[in-house]
């Protein structure tokens, strides 16, 4: 029985191979057969991104993109085993709410070497912020996303009302949505409510830092509800005690982005991502724009801060083929991607790209998409930590945190002093573990 | 006679080592078949076992160094508020749960245990809960529960009777994860509860009839009794689901409003595999751990008094 190796020395094959061994040893790094490996928590992304990871293919011969996709819920432990087990991929789809705990892992490596003078040119510079921790570019934004108004323009030409414009006041945003709240049949249960809001970050937090408010102090190690923050949770809160919003429970079973678009709320508060959904909700049945979140009275030009965060690529320490890596994250986050691959609402990374007449979605509900580029430009603050998920409430643990605190003022069963104090004491515990 | 006995006991002993290599040759190829299902039950269950205990015993976010805190994670639990609110929660579903399983599956048993064609039909539909998903169902019974839209409120409302923001308001929301566990699971205890009767002699019944008995009279006298063997298997498979609960709770409430309806196993997710607490996680399973197996303890030694062995 002849074996492979003596078959390989009767046919003198092997120091054939050696010879192509040394010459494939010799080849530049792009034209050998490599894998590069990119995980990702959004599976639909995965069909959206591939002619722009083909393009990628084609430009660096040999090398092979992995991609990997999963939903949310299923990626985060997934790859927090493969950082335990040090088996990390070699990109990977970064949340700005979590970018600050990975990168003090030291599970993110440092890009500052391989990004040049001009590599940032051409990029939202708050996006690219936002990847940024202490001095080091952990990660690179792909999309940036904003809290945005939402306002039905019928509801408001019906009640006739003025739309929200950049000199609204809190008590213009009061009278709004009073004059908004309407109870036709006068059975004590508004058809449409002037406002909809619930305990929900993307629902209070854009109120709190545009009244110069912050929850935590500024190196992030503890919770410091300051006044500004509550003056802005209390006026939210009287919004609902007064009638002019739903109590929380009351819509319970309601998805809640579906609120304004079903025309149960005339106003709303929430991620720009939320425009695809309203898009398709509302179709032809009312008309709705959207404005920036009213500035409160206790901002100063030095504490006023927009909110926004950004979903980033990174390129993780257990790579081996950083400059690769790199290479890929510049590709995927550059002009490579069109306008068609970002859903209605998601800002592309890349200034040009969302300032094409294709992503500002000409002839399409809202006409107003340049509104979202100007909060771009705007100082931005994001007031993530280390365990941000859990002591504000978000997700799998949306029922608990500030979250669930704000809830339960907002349905009317607890102060907001008292509940402040609990979410500062369990925010406080989570961040000294 | 005792000169013999050192012979007896060494022809034994002679007999005992000549029998040893046939028992070995008995054994190997048995130890062979079961080694795939030993090295998976050793790897996979018995050191993921042993390991969580030592975890309980350390600090350890999933990625970050190992650190060793000794106790501190279990004094942690036992001060925390949450924590506590927690296991308070648990306390008050097992309260809910058990109770309310039993009685709906001994009462479906019972019923559907007539002969009757149609039994057939109805011990499937109740059993259908049980092996649906349950995320499925668990949507379905968000839409009855809901506030607004709801049909349980339209129901109440048709008569005269206000209705509740089920999921949202702390005193109902854990109710409603217990009700939906009920539901879902009455029907698998059901069918053990059936194979229990079924075992129960029909003559019994028919002295009793005889003698004047009620159908309450033969239910206490007969039924209670004789059933009693399934019915302590249903109660330590139901204590023990009880504090196990997680799916439903996830689907129909989240844990909320406020943590309200946050049970242990739900926490032990949350700490595990959304704030990645590896040993605070495995703290909380071991004291969930240690509360199941006191319950089971107590409850093998409260058989004694009750069920008709």
Redesign the interface.
């Known amino acids: 029985m002849t074996t492979k190796r003596s078959a390989l020395r009767a046919f003198g094959l092997k120091p054939a191979l050696c010879a192509f061994g040394m010459f494939a040893g010799a080849m530049p790094a792009a034209a050998q057969d490599t894998t590069l490996t990119y995980m990702l928590w959004s599976p639909e992304q995965v069909e959206i991104e591939a002619p722009a990871i083909a393009a990628f293919e084609s430009a660096h011969p040999g090398v092979t993109v992995k991609v990997q996709a999963m939903p949310p819920a299923d990626y985060?432990?997934r790859v927090?085993?493969q950082?335990?087990s040090g088996d990390l991929p070699d990109v990977m789809a970064m949340s700005s709410g979590f970018v600050q705990?990975w990168a003090a892992?030291g599970?993110l490596l440092d890009l500052s070497p391989y990004i040049g003078d001009s590599a940032l040119d051409g990029y939202f510079t708050s996006a690219v912020n936002i990847g940024n921790i202490g001095g080091a570019q952990v990660a690179f934004p792909q999309n940036w996303v904003a809290p945005v108004l939402y306002y039905n323009s019928t509801a408001f030409d019906a009640a006739g009302v003025g739309y929200p414009n950049a000199t609204w006041t809190w008590e213009d945003f009061r009278a709004a949505a009073e004059a908004l709240t309407v109870d036709e049949n006068a059975d004590g249960t508004p058809e449409q409510y002037g406002y909809w809001v619930y305990g929900r970050y993307a629902h209070t937090d854009p109120w709190v830092f545009r009244n110069g408010g912050r929850y935590v102090t500024a190196d992030g190690s503890a919770l410091d509800i300051t006044q500004p923050a509550v003056n802005a949770l209390a006026f939210l809160a009287s919004l609902v005690d007064d009638g002019f919003a739903p109590r929380?429970?009351?819509?319970?079973?309601?998805r809640q982005q579906d609120v304004f678009g079903m025309g149960m709320a005339a106003m709303w508060v929430d991620g720009s991502w939320n425009i695809d959904n309203t898009r398709k909700l509302v179709g032809d049945t009312f008309e709705w724009g959207i404005a920036q979140v009213p500035m409160g009275p206790d901002a100063t030009p030095e504490t006023a801060a927009a909110y926004a965060w950004a979903d980033m690529l990174a390129v993780t320490t257990d790579t081996e083929q950083a400059d690769l890596a790199w290479a890929f994250v510049q590709h995927m986050t550059g002009p490579t991607l069109s306008a068609a691959d970002f859903t209605a609402g998601k800002v592309p990374a890349w200034t040009a790209t969302a300032e094409t007449e294709q992503w500002l979605g000409r002839g399409q509900q809202p006409d107003n998409m340049e509104l979202i580029l100007e909060i771009g430009e705007q100082p931005l603050y994001t007031g993530f930590t280390r365990?941000w998920?859990?002591w504000r409430g978000y997700?799998?643990?949306?029922?608990?945190g500030l979250n669930?605190?704000l809830?339960?003022v907002f349905?009317g069963?607890k102060p907001l002093s008292d509940a402040l104090a609990a979410a500062t004491?369990?925010g406080n515990?989570?961040l000294s573990? | 006679m005792p000169q013999h006995a050192p012979r007896t006991g060494a022809r034994a002993s002679q007999s005992r080592l000549a029998q040893r290599p046939a028992r070995w040759k008995h054994w190997l190829p048995a130890l062979l078949f079961l080694s795939p299902a030993i090295v998976g039950l050793v790897l996979f269950r018995l050191v993921p076992i042993v390991w969580a205990f030592v975890l309980s015993f350390t600090?350890w976010?999933?990625?970050?160094d190992i650190v060793w805190v000794g106790f501190d994670n279990y004094i942690h639990i036992l001060s925390?508020?949450?924590a506590r609110q927690v296991l308070g929660n648990t306390l008050w579903f097992t309260a809910m749960y058990v109770p309310g399983v039993v009685v709906l599956s001994v009462s479906l048993a019972v019923v559907l245990n007539n002969g009757l064609r149609s039994s057939a039909f109805f011990r499937g539909a109740f059993f259908l809960p049980y092996i649906t998903a349950t995320v499925a169902i668990t949507l379905a019974w968000?839409?009855i529960?809901?506030?607004?839209?709801?049909l349980l409120n339209h129901l109440l409302d048709m008569v005269g009777l206000q209705g509740q923001?089920?999921?949202?308001?702390?005193a109902w929301a854990l109710p409603a994860v217990a009700i939906v566990s009920i539901w879902k699971d009455a029907g698998f205890y059901m069918i053990l509860l059936i194979a229990g009767l079924q075992t129960i002699d029909p003559g019994y019944y028919e002295a009793a009839r005889i003698d004047g008995a009620r159908p309450f009279r033969r239910f206490y006298a007969i039924t209670l009794p004789l059933l009693s063997r399934s019915l302590f298997f249903v109660l330590i498979l139901a204590l023990i689901r009880s504090t196990q609960t997680f799916e439903i709770t996830?689907a129909l409430?989240?844990?909320?409003?406020?943590?309200a309806?946050?049970t242990l196993a739900f926490y032990i997710?949350?700490n595990a595999?959304?704030?990645?607490?590896m040993g605070?996680a495995a703290a909380l399973a071991y004291l969930l751990c240690f509360a199941i197996g006191l319950v089971t303890l107590l409850n093998f030694w409260l058989r004694k008094r009750w069920v008709h062995e």
């Open positions: 985060w432990p927090s085993a950082a335990a705990e892992a599970n929380p429970q009351e819509l319970e079973g309601v365990n998920s859990d997700a799998a643990a949306g029922s608990g669930g605190e809830d339960e349905n069963r004491a369990y515990d989570v573990r | 600090d976010r999933i990625f970050d925390s508020p949450v968000r839409w529960f809901s506030t607004r839209f709801g923001a089920w999921l949202a308001d702390p996830y409430t989240n844990g909320g409003p406020n943590r309806s946050t997710y949350q595999f959304v704030h990645f607490e605070y």
